[in-house]
């Protein structure tokens, strides 16, 4: 191999090397708030501006998610974590993130038939 045709392989390396890669997917992990212990079942939904649902998905026994990336022409605003027993909670969308942790804090039971509204 010439020399010339060495600095173009290693110049080809080394771009490929700085260039970030486009993750496969999008892990969300979803844990109790306080006791950190893992939600299963829990409906992960990514939000778009405009409302949109562009990604969705249940989490597994260990209380993750993987969600197809998403390209910044979809206009992710939020993603957001919600469960039958909890809170709902999110984060604003950040682009160049590929991991998420969501934190959801249990729901109080209240006597809603003492309500009154008018």
């Known amino acids: 191999m010439s020399i010339a045709g060495l600095i173009i392989m290693l110049a080809s390396v080394q771009a490929t090397a700085s260039t970030p890669a486009q993750p496969a997917f999008i892990v969300v992990h979803v844990a109790e708030a306080g006791s950190g ?68 804090v249990p729901v109080h039971s209240c006597d809603y038939t003492t309500v009154t509204v008018k």
Do not use: M, N
């Not at 939000?47 to 649902?53: H, I, N, P, S, T």
């Not at 249940?58 to 998610?65: A, L, M």
């Not at 909670?89 to 969501?102: D, L, N």
């Open 37 to 104: 212990a893992q939600i299963s079942g829990a409906h992960v939904f990514l939000l778009a501006e405009d409302g949109r649902v562009l990604e969705e998905a249940q989490t597994d026994k260990s209380g993750e998610v993987k969600l197809k990336p998403v390209y910044r022409a979809a206009k992710p605003a939020f993603l957001f974590a919600e469960h039958e027993w909890y809170s709902i909670s999110g984060w604003r969308w950040r682009v160049g993130a590929f991991e998420y942790c969501i934190d959801l």
